[in-house]
């Protein structure tokens, strides 16, 4: 045996591949693969650390809690890649305003008091609807989560039960027993009720099903 198929039976020992004239597949240690997996994954990480930097970039101009963007697991980061920075925006607002509904809180800009009539009054987006079927608040509310309330006056709602002396501005009642206020007494109540609604209801125009489905 002259030195180079000693060299070769050698390193057939040392790397797991067989002298250089015989060709063998080569046998791959455990720790090689790990490090081959390790790396795979690199690719992916460093894509999702670079889409969460500009996630944070974005809060951070919004004027959004950098806290949405850390509760984000990675998979849902990485699917806000190729995505717009309009788009983005709009998803961390959307977050925000999911996280303020869920402490009890109105998201920012909600600022009308509108009437939902599985809800009752509650605070919802100006250009909304004055009365609607349903809102975003309607599953949180059943899960019993707290609703805020804006304010209302007793003289729209129809169980007000006005002062039969003086109609227009003395003190009246309750036929829901919430207590009496005076007609335009600024106050929060889940009972309130504008009279639209019993109009609507007079005249059929509801829809029942999806009511006691939300309920």
């Known amino acids: 045996m002259n030195w180079r198929e000693t060299l070769a039976t050698q390193r057939a020992h040392s790397d797991g591949k067989g002298p250089g004239c015989v060709l063998t597949k080569p046998t791959k240690g455990t720790s090689g693969s790990f490090g081959s997996m390790q790396d795979a994954r690199l690719p992916t990480k460093t894509a999702s650390a670079t889409i969460r930097a500009r996630l944070l970039a974005l809060a951070e101009f919004e004027c959004l809690e950098p806290a949405l963007v850390h509760r984000l697991d990675d998979a849902d980061v990485m699917t806000c890649a190729g995505e717009s920075d309009e788009t983005l925006t709009a998803y961390l607002r959307a977050l925000d305003a999911a996280a303020r509904m869920d402490a009890g809180m109105a998201p920012t800009g909600w600022t009308a008091a509108r009437y ?12 909304c609807p004055p009365i609607v079927q349903a809102c975003p608040w309607c599953f949180r509310r059943k899960a019993g989560r707290y609703v805020p309330r804006p304010q209302v ?3 729209d709602c129809v169980h007000f039960i006005r002062n039969a002396l003086n109609p227009v ?3 009246g009642d309750c036929v829901k027993d919430r207590g009496g206020h005076w007609p335009k007494q600024m106050h929060r109540c889940d009972g309130f009720e504008p009279a639209e609604v019993a109009t609507m209801v007079a005249t059929g125009n509801t829809k029942k099903e999806h009511r006691e489905e939300l309920r």
């Open 116 to 127: 939902c009539r599985l809800c009752g009054p509650v605070l919802l987006w100006p250009g």
């Open 153 to 155: 006056q007793c003289a």
């Open 169 to 171: 501005g003395g003190g």
